[in-house]
């Protein structure tokens, strides 16, 4: 069976049993990466499924997964609350966020016996908050709605702190960075050119939508659909500038920059209200 029918067949699979046990997994103390989890472990244990793990096909998944997943993050923050409390993400994703890292970078450190830079690395992945984790959380009204906003903020903009520091470490530990000049230029495109690709490729995006949507009115699904090429096209360019994680990290930039000038698509792309 040649990889392309597999995958093929693999993605039909997640996404009818995805839908299918939906309510379910709503209903019950479940998220959908549980789900896939167990999925995967059942297909693979009993060599239903055997892919390497340098396998392109699994390398192409992944890679479009995050691609969507840090979008989609970034389509979840509220951006007038932000404007207005800009302390809470201040507090959360600075401080709070290098404070995870260091802790479990010191447990990692004394308790499994790793380096310091590989107990840095698990810290920093370990750090990133998983926003379905919460979804249980954010839509209880009992909560105080000043909380589960705060824990929405943290998890939508987690990644773009947790992310560089993940992938400068990835680069520590291959030793990718030779010269000092050679490091310069790895943290720019990281750190500076990324955040620019990923605003422009959502600004530009997001204005094009709106100046075809005010002549023309562009259906609000066609809009939504519209954002999924926006995370593609900004892969596309991130790729096509050096890569080096550039094409990942802008997706958060292009979903903020989506969503304050294309509002109008934001709820068919998951984007949460607190009553």
């Given amino acids: 069976m040649s990889s392309l029918v597999l995958g093929m067949g693999l993605v039909a699979l997640v996404l009818t049993l995805a839908a299918l046990t939906s309510r379910l997994v709503e209903r019950a103390p479940l998220s959908f990466p549980m789900l896939f989890l167990g999925m995967g472990l059942a297909l693979g244990g009993y060599g239903v499924v055997q892919l390497d793990v340098h396998s392109p096909l699994l390398e192409s998944v992944a890679v479009i997964s995050l691609a969507l997943v840090l979008f989609l993050d970034a389509v979840n923050v509220q951006l007038d609350e932000l404007r207005r409390e800009w302390y809470v993400p201040l507090l959360t994703l600075g401080p709070g966020t290098l404070l995870v890292i260091g802790g479990v970078a010191l447990a990692a450190f004394f308790l499994v016996g790793v380096t310091p830079v590989q107990a840095l690395l698990l810290g920093a992945i370990l750090a990133s908050t998983d926003p379905v984790v919460l979804r249980d959380l954010m839509r209880d009204e009992r909560v105080p709605r ?49 955040p620019l690709v990923g605003l422009g490729v959502g600004w530009l995006g997001a204005r094009l939508m709106g100046w075809a949507d005010a002549r023309m009115g562009i259906r609000r699904e066609y809009q939504a659909l519209y954002g999924v090429g926006l995370v593609l096209a900004c892969y596309a360019v991130g790729q096509a500038l050096g890569g080096e994680g550039l094409n990942l990290w802008g997706q958060s930039f292009t979903g903020i920059g989506f969503i304050d000038l294309c509002p109008a698509s934001v709820p068919l792309l998951g984007h949460q209200s607190f009553p």
């Fill in 146 to 194: 000043a909380v589960r906003r705060t824990l929405s903020i943290e998890a939508g903009m987690n990644d773009l702190v947790v992310l560089p520091i993940v992938l400068v470490l990835i680069a520590l530990l291959t030793a990718r960075g030779n010269g000092a000049l050679e490091w310069a230029n790895f943290l720019a495109r990281i750190l500076l050119l990324s």
